[in-house]
């Protein structure tokens, strides 16, 4: 239970963790590829801002310190000379610079080459833009420059920056056009290092129409295979968007590159950040596995630690009340010995405590068992000494003789050593000592039948049972005493049992009184020794238990039978002493105990 | 065992499970995004005609995620080189290639064999996407070029080359190739009542210019591939020939042959189309997106 509980806590704090680690990383991924992408972005704006810098910086001095400074008539050969410095100054980046006049004629170029024939630059767009707009300098997208020829029979990719000059020609001044073409290689191989990165995320160039100008699939994008947002996203400022194009959900990051409005544009579509989730799911999922796993073994540890002492401390408390153990479990922690010791100490005192309550009834009962038995002598003894005395005086000693000896051995059986269970061959002569007596005492008024089985006379008896059942059929079952009155005393096995019975042919008990024989403890007797059949009756069941004892049968003017129940018991004398002690065998012992001894 | 350590070590047991299956999942996951590798075996790959062909090639694996490797052959001379290479390809752990096969009558059965161990996908002239091939392709329509390249000469002389000759050349010996542009051009030239005057396909070396001078003069002159195009422009600038030249090609050096003039006519085949188109193919098989390479005609 403590292992569960534990466990359940565990795996949920566990699980609430991993969710919030894989929301943590989540967010973290998301703001790390945002942030990156963004920091990318801002460092080639400023790369590319400084390559547009530079191209302005190369067109205000061919302008302001070579066109300007110069009249074209006579310093021709100075305007060359400065335009060829500034061109291989800038060779790396420059594809040529030239100076056209408002019609579209060439007024000199750099580097010097032919001019390609039947090309006419008033039509091409920084030609038109550059005299539209004339305060500003131009840039064009990237377009393959078609003016000179070089004779390598190549063309270069260039950006066009274009502005209005005026000429000085003789004096007089008029519109022109100064280009500067750019070599495009520059701005495309500063594109193709941020797209080196195959991760999924890619950054493209835009002019403020949405004209692409470097795009990593610029083919596919031209031949229709591939689409880019790029109209949009010339209408963003610079940021991060969210935006869903073809279906597809992604972020773009915004630059704007100044003097020209063009848009940088980096694309993180959202499949990367998934992918990147997934990865996380499954490591989080890992972790938790492996940390529920870790835990349920440190419970299933702990739980054991705790709960073990306990466990064994409960196993040992059933043991005890079942009897098969006696000894208290005492360990674990400092708490459960303590209640180990305590539960051990409670029971010690409870088993002292019982120990002595069964000494105290024990001794309760042999006082109550002397008690009943010391009913019997005073008024026997009188009587019988009454009849010696009434002998003596008629002279007849021989009869007396016998009578003394015949009290000796009743005696000797009555006290016989202070036992209380005795032999049925015991009990029988004390019977027949009594009725000895007694015959004497009524001049054989009566006569007496035994009928004994013998193999029943060495089981135990109770002393002192019989001789009661024989006293009350002479005193209250006989009353003419005339010879015809017989008294059978019997004795047979009965299953596990043995019956003493006590038969009288005299004039039988009434029913009303046959009730109150066994239970009226309190009647006053009026003859005889004293010894109630309520007393014979309540010792055999204090000796043996409840389901032995006396039973009375009795029909008026036909006499009355007094049988005794008691357990077949060999008569030993270790079993005269275990229930001289106050042991109460079961039936199952008195029979697996005859059995052994048989 | 008692009742809570069964529950215990079956716990365990399912939990060491669910490790290993999502330990299993995430190694073949793993190996999922190993990147598909595929080779490009072509003839002289350097060459600057391959340029736009790998570029289409490029884009497309970039797209899908995967590695092109282009192989240095040098020059292969017949079949059972190439197919050497290709199972070399295959050793070294290419996912598939992509082959210009070389010319021979027995090169696409001798590549079959090869296309046992690896897809191979052929990017190379085709005569028609209805006949059986052995092996899939992805190129032109031969006879369509040599069709259109005269259609562009039929244009500019007012629809009718009545009375007009014409003579064509090639200096690529691929015969199945040049046999079906010449066809195309030379169907197209006869049906609006023009003549084709000769026909030479060859590596003249440096006798060609005297055996370009010793053709019968003619009207129009067919350059029927790159190289033969570049030889006439050079050929028409030095000589200022008269015959107009029209030719199909894709270098600069014929694209120059058309802006200075001495060329009327440059038909352009799409190679980046191509090479896109062919790699395309060859990843969405390999993706299992598709369960065989389809032929298809740019």
Same mark, same amino acid.
């Given at each position: 239970m403590i292992m569960i509980v534990f466990t359940v806590i565990s795996v949920l704090t566990i699980l609430c963790m991993g969710i919030m680690v894989y929301f943590r990383f989540s967010s973290f991924v998301k703001q790390d590829a945002v942030e990156s992408t963004q920091k990318l972005v801002e460092q080639t704006g400023e790369s590319l801002e400084d390559y547009l810098v530079q191209m302005r910086q190369i067109s205000d001095a061919a302008y302001y310190n070579v066109i300007k400074e110069n009249d074209l008539s006579e310093n021709a050969e100075k305007i060359q000379e400065g335009m060829k410095l500034l061109y291989e100054a800038n060779i790396n980046n420059l594809r040529s610079i030239a100076i056209y006049d408002k019609e579209g004629n060439l007024v000199t170029a750099e580097p010097v080459v032919s001019k390609k024939k039947g090309v006419d630059v008033t039509s091409q767009d920084w030609f038109c833009q550059a005299m539209e707009d004339t305060v500003n300098i131009h840039f064009s997208t990237p377009h393959v420059q078609n003016l000179f020829d070089d004779g390598t029979r190549r063309y270069y990719w260039v950006i066009s920056s274009s502005r209005v000059v005026e000429i000085t020609d003789g004096g007089d001044s008029y519109r022109g056009v100064l280009l500067v073409d750019m070599d495009y290689s520059g701005i495309s191989r500063m594109m193709k290092q941020i797209n080196a990165i195959d991760n999924g995320q890619y950054y493209y160039l835009c002019d403020k129409n949405g004209r692409i100008i470097y795009h990593p699939q610029q083919i596919l994008i031209n031949n229709g295979t591939e689409k880019e947002n790029s109209a949009a996203a010339a209408g963003y400022k610079e940021g991060v968007y969210d935006e869903t194009f073809e279906g597809k959900h992604r972020t773009v990051i915004v630059n704007t590159v100044s003097y020209t409005g063009w848009k940088l544009v980096g694309v993180i579509p959202d499949s990367i950040i998934t992918h990147e989730m997934i990865n996380i799911q499954q490591v989080v999922m890992m972790w938790i596995l492996l940390m529920v796993m870790m835990l349920i073994v440190v419970n299933r540890i702990v739980s054991a630690k705790i709960s073990r002492p306990i466990l064994r401390l409960n196993d040992s408390v059933l043991e005890y009340e079942a009897g098969k153990e006696a000894k208290i479990y005492i360990g674990g922690s400092m708490e459960i010995r303590h209640l180990g010791e305590s539960i051990q100490n409670s029971y010690r005192h409870n088993e002292q405590l019982m120990e002595e309550i069964v000494i105290e009834q024990n001794e309760r009962r042999k006082s109550e068992m002397d008690a009943l038995q010391s009913q019997i002598n005073p008024h026997f003894l009188y009587n019988t000494l009454d009849s010696i005395i009434w002998l003596v005086e008629g002279e007849r000693n021989d009869d007396a003789t016998f009578m003394i000896s015949q009290l000796a051995r009743l005696f000797r059986i009555s006290i016989s050593k202070g036992h209380t269970v005795i032999s049925v061959r015991d009990e029988l002569q004390h019977v027949r000592c009594y009725v000895n007596i007694q015959k004497i005492r009524y001049k054989d008024g009566f006569s007496t039948i035994f009928d004994i089985d013998p193999s029943i006379e060495n089981c135990c008896a109770v002393k002192l049972t019989l001789q009661p059942l024989v006293e009350n059929a002479i005193n209250y !079952?006989?009353?003419?005493?005339? !010879?015809s009155e017989v008294i059978t005393i019997a004795g047979k096995r009965d299953g596990g049992d043995i019956v003493l019975s006590v038969t009288d042919n005299g004039v039988g008990i009434p029913e009303e009184k046959l009730e109150l024989l066994l239970t009226d403890s309190t009647r006053v007797r009026k003859q005889g020794s004293g010894v109630g059949l309520v007393n014979v009756h309540n010792r055999i069941q204090i000796l043996f238990g409840k389901e032995y004892g006396l039973e009375i049968e009795s029909e008026l003017d036909e006499g009355t039978t007094v049988s005794v129940r008691l357990p077949s018991i060999p008569f030993t004398q270790e079993n005269q002493r275990i229930f001289e002690k106050g042991y109460l065998f079961s039936k199952e012992e008195w029979e697996n105990k005859d059995e052994k001894e048989q | 065992m008692k009742k809570n350590n069964k529950t215990f070590f079956a716990l365990e047991a399912i939990l060491a499970a669910g490790v290993l299956l999502l330990a299993v999942f995430m190694m073949w996951e793993r190996r999922e995004e190993d990147k598909i590798k595929v080779s490009v075996i072509l003839q002289n790959p350097d060459d600057s005609e391959w340029s736009a062909l790998k570029y289409g090639m490029k884009m497309a694996a970039q797209q899908e995620d995967a590695e092109v490797f282009i192989v240095s052959t040098g020059d292969m001379r017949n079949a059972n080189e190439e197919k050497k290479v290709i199972e070399q390809e295959a050793a070294e752990g290419a996912d598939a290639v992509i082959v210009q096969p070389v010319p021979g009558a027995d090169t696409e059965e001798i590549l079959k064999e090869a296309g046992k161990e690896i897809p191979i996908m052929l990017v190379e002239d085709t005569e028609s996407t209805e006949e059986e091939e052995l092996l899939p392709v992805t190129g032109k329509n031969q006879y369509e070029m040599g069709k259109a390249l005269a259609q562009e000469v039929l244009r500019d002389y007012g629809g009718s080359l009545q009375g007009k000759t014409v003579g064509v050349f090639s200096k690529t010996t691929d015969l199945k190739m040049i046999s079906e542009r010449e066809r195309g051009a030379r169907e197209t030239i006869e049906k609006a009542g023009g003549k084709v005057h000769w026909f030479v396909a060859g590596d003249f070396g440096e006798t060609e210019d005297d055996f370009l001078k010793f053709q019968p003069q003619t009207d129009v002159i067919l350059a029927l591939d790159d190289q033969s195009l570049a030889k006439l422009g050079n050929y028409a600038e030095s000589e200022r020939l008269t015959p107009h030249v029209y030719g199909i090609g894709h270098s600069t050096e014929a694209l120059y042959f058309l802006d200075t003039e001495v060329v009327q006519c440059v038909l352009v085949p799409d190679q980046f189309d191509i090479g896109y188109k062919s790699m395309s193919a060859v990843m969405e098989f390999l993706s299992g997106e598709s369960d065989k390479m389809p032929s298809d005609v740019v």
């Open positions: !079952g006989i009353t003419e005493m005339d !010879g | -």
